[in-house]
């Protein structure tokens, strides 16, 4: 079986170049937006298949959990897997349907709920997608410490 990534990213996403539909429901308050803003910076440049400019956001000891798998941390993720979710998210179409933020103290929390529509070995799939993301604070920004994703094809 194929190990897939769906992610998905809220309204910011229309700035990637991946093709979004929907407006999706949004609980960010204020205070969280630096860390949203991460999160959609790290996902635009995974979809445009800059693993570089991804890595820019993730914190060195990032853990990675999808699948019943994890990465631990963002060398073995860019050198590895990342590769593998820049490719399947080049040609994705996204529909975001939810988002929560939070912060506590030096850290963030980023959920979102979603429809990704991609090619999966030439044929078209859909899948609902769930990422949770938790991001900590640091000199340099915000960085991605933590990232979950699970998804189902939808019928």
């Given at each position: 079986?194929?190990?897939?990534?769906?992610?998905?990213?809220?309204?910011?996403?229309?700035?990637?170049?991946?093709?979004?539909s929907?407006?999706?429901?949004?609980?960010?308050?204020?205070?969280?937006?630096?860390?949203?803003?991460?999160?959609?910076?790290?996902?635009?440049?995974?979809?445009?298949?800059?693993?570089?400019?991804?890595?820019?956001?993730?914190?060195?000891?990032?853990?990675?959990?999808?699948?019943?798998?994890?990465?631990?941390?963002?060398?073995?993720?860019?050198?590895?897997?990342?590769?593998?979710?820049?490719?399947?998210?080049?040609?994705?179409?996204?529909a975001?349907?939810?988002?929560?933020?939070?912060?506590?103290?030096?850290?963030?929390?980023?959920?979102?709920?979603?429809?990704?529509?991609v090619?999966?070995?030439g044929?078209?799939?859909?899948?609902?997608?769930?990422?949770?993301?938790?991001?900590?604070?640091?000199?340099?920004?915000?960085?991605?410490?933590?990232?979950?994703?699970?998804?189902?094809?939808?019928?």
């Amino acid at each position: 079986m194929t190990r897939l990534t769906p992610i998905f990213i809220g309204a910011l996403v229309l700035m990637t170049g991946i093709a979004s539909s929907g407006e999706p429901q949004s609980d960010v308050p204020d205070e969280a937006r630096a860390a949203v803003a991460t999160a959609d910076r790290f996902f635009a440049a995974l979809a445009a298949g800059d693993l570089e400019g991804a890595g820019a956001e993730l914190d060195p000891d990032l853990i990675v959990l999808e699948s019943g798998g994890g990465e631990y941390s963002a060398a073995e993720y860019l050198g590895g897997h990342a590769k593998h979710d820049a490719e399947f998210l080049k040609d994705a179409e996204l529909a975001p349907a939810r988002r929560i933020a939070r912060i506590s103290g030096d850290l963030a929390w980023v959920a979102s709920e979603g429809e990704l529509r991609v090619q999966n070995e030439g044929e078209p799939a859909t899948y609902a997608t769930a990422e949770t993301m938790v991001l900590r604070s640091t000199a340099g920004g915000w960085k991605i410490v933590h990232i979950h994703w699970s998804s189902r094809a939808s019928p």
